[in-house]
């Protein structure tokens, strides 16, 4: 079952300052990342699949350039770790300004 979350995600460059901090725009990103998920999702043991599907506002916004910060927050809620995934599928979506989302689903291969 595929699951929306509707926020607008950050690149790596607004992650990150230098190789190991993170900035405030990714802290509070990570805050509210973190309540919105649902409090129960099932993430399966052994070897994951995941899908993404980024709804962008910017057509140039690079599609990858998205996963590894919400990706990193999956891991968190769900406590999984991330070297499992096996499989990433990830796709981009052309959304208006203020209707920007993420949808995931993460199934054992």
Do not use: H
């Amino acid at each position: 079952m595929r699951t929306r979350i509707n926020i607008k995600t950050i690149s790596v460059n607004e992650a990150w300052m230098g190789r190991r901090y993170k900035t405030k725009k990714y802290k509070v990103y990570e805050v509210i990342l973190l309540n919105l998920l649902p409090k129960r999702y099932k993430v399966p043991k052994g070897k994951l699949e995941v899908y993404y599907k980024f709804g962008l506002s910017n057509k140039n916004a690079d599609c990858d350039n998205n996963i590894k910060q919400f990706q990193d927050c999956l891991q968190k809620k769900y406590e999984f770790n991330d070297c499992m995934i096996y499989k990433l599928m990830a796709e981009k979506e052309d959304v208006k300004k203020g209707n920007e989302f993420v949808e995931f689903e993460i199934k054992k291969i």
